[in-house]
């Protein structure tokens, strides 16, 4: 089935640890996006991407970092985690300019 | 600054009873709106958009929203709530052919069989 690909579900990581969220979309979207939902707090963008090789910050970039090699992929990387990094993770994707239909089914992170 | 802003953060409802979630937006140029749906456990998905054209946007399962430009409100209503709507609700905007979209903190529906 088409969409948004997310994994793994679950993760808890012990703080300073690092780790890799992946995510791919099949359905040759230009536009990849990676959120985080907290509670009461609405969706934050972390990282977005138009295109493969071109990656920007969103509103709450610090402590991640992400690529784009290719269309399909967009990993998201986390490399000292800290207990504020608790979260729920959302990757999404979308053509230019027409609104983000599909999300992944989340990755849910806790650090301790 | 760019917000969209949701009024309420919790709403409880008896099935049959009518819906409106209210949603304000402040941008400054043309901006698209969006209203999305998480239930319990799941993803978020599309409700419907507003590009341009017809203020009034029917979307999937009932759902309809009206672009008021002079009230910088993007409404959700849906004449006649189920119990299988009790999910969590939100409001997005983004301004022309952006892609940083800016969420509302969500409204919580909880809809009493």
């Known amino acids: 089935n088409a969409g948004v690909t997310q994994t793994p579900k679950f993760r808890i990581l012990k703080i300073g640890q690092s780790m890799t969220l992946q995510c791919a979309q099949d359905?040759?979207?230009?536009?990849m996006y990676w959120y985080r939902q907290d509670p009461g707090m609405g969706l934050k963008l972390i990282y977005y991407?138009?295109?493969?090789?071109?990656?920007d910050k969103g509103e709450v970039p610090n402590g991640y970092n992400v690529s784009r090699s290719t269309t399909e992929d967009f990993p998201l990387r986390l490399e000292l985690a800290a207990p504020s990094q608790t979260s729920v993770y959302f990757c999404?994707?979308?053509?230019?300019?027409?609104?983000?239909?599909?999300f992944g089914s989340g990755t849910r992170l806790t650090v301790v | 600054a760019q917000s969209v802003s949701q009024h309420n953060h919790h709403v409880i409802l008896s099935e049959a009873a009518s819906l409106e979630l209210g949603c304000n937006y402040s941008?400054?140029?043309?901006?698209?709106l969006f209203w999305y749906v998480q239930y319990p456990g799941q993803h978020l998905q599309l409700l419907l958009k507003?590009?341009?054209?017809?203020?009034l946007v029917k979307g999937i399962k009932g759902f309809e929203a009206e672009f008021i430009k002079s009230k910088f409100s993007f409404n959700l209503r849906k004449p006649s709530v189920q119990w299988s709507d009790t999910a969590e609700y939100f409001c997005?905007?983004?301004?022309?052919?952006?892609?940083?979209?800016?969420f509302g903190k969500g409204t919580r529906l909880l809809v009493k069989p």
């Open positions: 359905m040759n979207h230009n536009y």
């Open positions: 997005a905007g983004a301004e022309g052919q952006g892609f940083s979209f800016i």
């Open positions: 507003y590009f341009s054209g017809d203020p």
């Open positions: 941008y400054g140029g043309t901006v698209n």
């Open positions: 991407s138009v295109g493969a090789g071109i990656t």
């Open positions: 999404a994707s979308s053509y230019a300019g027409q609104g983000i239909s599909f």
